[in-house]
């Protein structure tokens, strides 16, 4: 059904406006989960958890949830809009799949991990609406089965040359396998072509936020330069807000997060586009 008619019925304006509510509880039980996960699930193979995950106050509604219930409220009203009347069945589990992605952009900005827990659950959604989109014969996220294929290995397959370049040029891992396996269980979701236009989001998400980062921190540098006693006290708050900022865009979890987000919620919006460009040639 079109958004406008969708709209236009009381189902339709009862559903979007229920998206706020839910939103706003999910981004509560975003804060409840990720307090309360083993604190094993946030440390990397072989780590011992720090005291601050030991103390189950990782993160707060005050701050990173007020955020989370923006970005859900916004991205449930237009998984809606796009997955209305007689696709319940997406919009629920798309829904479910943005709740994880969330959860996994936090804790990937918050401890540099990506827990395997979030990933195994985002990667079964992705199968279970696939499977049905196919089974349905409603061919909405795949044209074809072997497009499921396709888009994992697509999605791990990047992620794991980003890191062999990584580790040619800088002699370091320069992705995370953890983000090769969370691209491999978007892939199922998005499939072919879809998991091209979900990387190349991902990187101009990433490219974004990195110039913004480095544009903020440049700033910071100039206003401690203008209000530090001594040259030593200078330096050492720029090497300290360098490691900050690397640390922010180094981390590209919430950078394929958002790619997944964006995929979903501009689904229509994303293929018009390409088809578009497509035609040109």
């Known amino acids: 059904m079109n958004i406008w008619d969708y709209l236009n019925t009381v189902g339709g304006m009862i559903w979007t406006a229920a998206c706020i509510p839910l939103g706003i509880f999910l981004s509560w039980l975003l804060v409840w989960v990720i307090n309360r996960i083993p604190a094993k699930w946030l440390c990397d193979y072989g ?16 701050k990173e949830g007020i955020i989370t219930a923006v970005i859900f409220c916004i991205s449930l009203v237009m998984c809606r809009l796009q997955f209305n009347k007689g696709f319940d069945i997406y919009f629920i589990v798309l829904s479910l799949i943005v709740f994880f992605a969330v959860m996994t952009a936090v804790c990937d900005i918050k401890y540099m991990i990506i827990p395997d827990q979030f990933t195994i659950a985002i990667g079964i959604l992705s199968a279970a609406v696939s499977v049905y989109d196919i089974i349905r014969g409603f061919k909405i996220l795949h044209s074809e089965w072997w497009a499921v294929l396709v888009g994992i290995a697509i999605g791990g397959g990047a992620m794991m040359i980003i890191d062999l370049i990584g580790m040619l040029v800088y002699k370091k891992d320069g992705m995370g396998f953890g983000d090769v396996k969370l691209f491999a269980a978007v892939g ?94």
């Open 47 to 62: 780590e011992e958890p720090s005291e601050e995950l030991l103390s189950g106050k990782r993160v707060c509604f005050k």
């Open 188 to 281: 199922i979701l998005t499939g072919f072509p879809g998991t091209i236009y979900a990387f190349i989001l991902s990187l101009i998400t990433a490219t974004v936020c990195f110039l913004f980062i480095m544009l903020f921190s440049k700033i910071r540098k100039n206003e401690t330069k203008d209000e530090s006693a001594t040259e030593n006290e200078t330096e050492e708050e720029s090497k300290t807000e360098d490691t900050v900022s690397a640390s922010s865009y180094l981390a590209f979890g919430p950078y394929i997060s958002a790619a997944l987000i964006g995929y979903i919620v501009f689904f229509d919006t994303i293929y018009y586009l390409a088809n578009l460009y497509l035609e040109l040639f």
